[in-house]
């Protein structure tokens, strides 16, 4: 079976498609950043979107294009919690059955919020169980359409509509600093970029426990790691996908990577200074630029900030510790 790449056409129209349900979330700014780098940040706050993460745009727009066959019998996904949630919103707004298969470990709040949505959750233990083949069989028993988290086209091009509204924004920029994890919001953002802003240089940027993007875009070949330990519970993956690699391939600047403790210095100044909760794995972009991974000074930045969902009291204790 040939997979079709999206393109940014894709987008386009994934971004008419989610002009009725999607929020256009705002671009903020820091001055206390902006001296800090001597550059101009713009921070594209997808912790303000519906169910808190960027995820709604491709869940949405993924089950907005379903038949209506599928539609009838219904989807299924696998995720640690904002796909979930997204694919759970977005089948309740259309009237469509949601099974979402979720780690046994997943952060308390992402499954509560899923099963909110009206979703009928299945767990799983994701060191010794494999989520897509929990997921392939209940296709193959109930019939059921499979929207995976990232390695989908309508999912992709959903994704890429936060850059492109970024850029719609803010203009032209140098630098463009998004988080990786199986390449959804990577990739999408890569034909965002590329079409809107063509110069800039665009960094996935994943923990350092899971570097499995960055060993694939510096070897040519997709790299497959075990399930990897971080905080940032939503990039945890073992591998990109056959549609996201080609894309980060091909436009990507570079993979970079941070530590658990850079992302909880990246989460405490938004709530010192910005007065908003981000996630780890939504900071994991402006870890990276705010330890100048890459040069940034005088630049035109863009960071996405890809959700805010996180326990309060794991959150509180990230703010706490040293």
Excluded: W
């Excluded at 904002?82 to 009237?95: G, K, P, S």
């Excluded at 767990?123 to 010794?128: A, D, G, L, V």
């Excluded at 940027?205 to 939503?234: K, L, W, Y």
């Amino acid at each position: 079976m040939t997979l079709r790449l999206p393109i940014y056409d894709d987008v386009v129209d994934a971004s008419t498609a989610l002009g009725v349900a999607a929020y256009r979330t705002p671009v903020l700014t820091s001055q206390t950043m902006n001296a800090r780098l001597d550059a101009q940040v713009f921070f594209k706050c997808e912790n303000f979107q519906r169910i808190g993460a960027f995820k709604f745009r491709g869940g949405y727009n993924a089950v907005s294009k379903l038949s209506a066959a599928q539609r009838k019998a219904g989807v299924v996904t696998f995720s640690s919690g904002n796909h979930a949630q997204a694919i759970a919103l977005a089948c309740q707004l259309l009237d469509v059955a949601a099974t979402i298969v979720m780690p046994h470990d997943a952060p308390a709040a992402k499954k509560a919020a899923t099963v909110g949505y009206g979703a009928r959750v299945i767990s799983y233990h994701r060191q010794t169980e494999d989520r897509e083949q929990i997921a392939r069989a209940l296709v193959e028993e109930q019939g059921l359409t499979l929207i995976p988290p990232f390695d989908h086209a309508d999912v992709i091009a959903g994704q890429g509509t936060a850059v492109k509204e970024l850029l719609e924004d803010v203009g032209g920029l140098d630098l463009l600093f998004v988080p990786l994890g199986g390449g959804g919001l990577l990739s999408g953002s890569l034909l965002s970029a590329n079409a809107l802003s063509p110069e800039c240089a665009v960094y996935g940027v994943e923990p350092q426990a899971g570097n499995d993007g960055q060993q694939s875009f510096r070897t040519g070949a997709v790299v497959h790691i075990t399930p990897p330990h971080s905080i940032a519970d939503g990039a945890l993956t073992s591998a990109l996908g056959q549609l996201t690699f080609p894309i980060i391939k091909q436009y990507a600047r570079d993979i970079l990577t941070v530590s658990d403790g850079q992302l909880i210095d990246a989460m405490r100044f938004f709530a010192e200074r910005m007065k908003m909760v981000v996630e780890p794995t939504g900071c994991l972009g402006a870890a990276a630029a705010f330890n100048e991974l890459v040069p940034v000074k005088g630049k035109r930045v863009g960071i996405l900030l890809s959700g805010g969902n996180v326990d309060l009291s794991a959150y509180a204790g990230f703010l706490q510790s040293n």
